[in-house]
């Protein structure tokens, strides 16, 4: 066997004299054990599935693939350190789609403990959190389940919504570039939740998120009636809720009844 230049992925190739044929050298042991550290990695760090994929060139499919077989080899651990904590950080990550789940509680500085599970309903995440000392504050990201789970074990404990999952969302509810006013200005203010680090600068925050919905009052409470007809846009109504009656003339009412009946 000789040395014969590199493949596509830079894996060295040997050619045969006596056969005349060329292949590359597969280690499975190697393989594997790089499959593993990945699956670790993605478990246990702060990087998305998407940036394992791009930073080690292959696609979302393959990632999947690799780590299939290894989700069923890892056991459910028990609790690393039975000291609690100060803060927990709780998240649940998914292989695929939004089953095969892995309930993972960590620190700022290691792993405190996981567990593989369908789905991320209040009985996993209930069975999950009463193997685990109490805190004194938790991060999560508002999951209901586990929201619920968190009030009912730990009634002491301070449980603070990641920030991150507040910006994201607000990016996936209002886009990017937002089409109304009221939606350009509230994206700004999710963007600023990352300068609050005090109680001072937390009330700030606060009184301008209120100074944004007094000024968008009208446009919040919009509700669109009937479904709309061939060829013409839905219809709005807004709501006022100092007053107990309708607010809309007598030709709106007509209308409205209209799209409703």
């Known amino acids: 066997m000789q040395k014969r230049g ?14 005349r044929s ?6 499975p042991d190697t393989q594997a054990r ?12 702060n990087h998305s599935f998407s940036e394992i994929a791009d930073e080690h060139g292959v696609s979302r499919r393959t990632l999947i693939r690799w ?7 890892f056991q459910q ?46 009985a996993n995440w209930m069975n999950f959190l009463k193997k685990l000392p109490a805190p004194d504050a938790v991060v999560i990201d ?17 449980i603070q919504r990641c920030i991150v999952h507040i910006e994201r969302l607000a990016r996936i509810k209002l ?13 700004k203010l999710t963007q600023r939740l990352f300068t609050v680090h005090t109680k001072t600068q937390r009330g700030r925050w606060l009184c301008v998120y209120r100074r944004w919905e007094r000024r968008h009052a009208g446009f919040l409470k919009e509700r669109s009636y ?9 219809r709005w109504v807004v709501y006022a809720p100092q007053h107990s009656g309708c607010t809309l003339t007598h030709s709106e009412c007509a209308a409205a009844s209209f799209y409703l009946h």
């Open 22 to 27: 060329s292949a590359v050298k597969s280690r």
């Open 6 to 19: 590199l493949t596509a992925a830079g894996i060295q190739r040997w050619y045969c004299n006596l056969c």
């Open 175 to 187: 886009r990017r570039q937002p089409k109304t006013d009221a939606g350009t200005e509230l994206l």
């Open 34 to 45: 790089h499959h593993r550290t990945l699956f670790i990695h993605w478990l246990t760090g």
């Open 67 to 73: 780590f299939t077989p290894l989700w069923q080899q």
């Open 226 to 234: 009937g479904e709309p007809l061939a060829g013409r846009r839905r």
């Open 142 to 158: 508002g999951q209901k389940g586990l929201l619920a789970a968190a009030q009912c074990l730990w009634a002491q404990t301070k």
């Open 77 to 122: 651990p028990t609790v690393l350190s039975q000291t609690p904590c100060s803060v927990y950080i709780l998240d649940g990550v998914y292989l695929s789609g939004r089953e095969n789940a892995a309930l993972i509680c960590r620190t700022m500085d290691a792993q405190i403990s996981w567990q593989f599970v369908e789905r991320e309903p209040l």
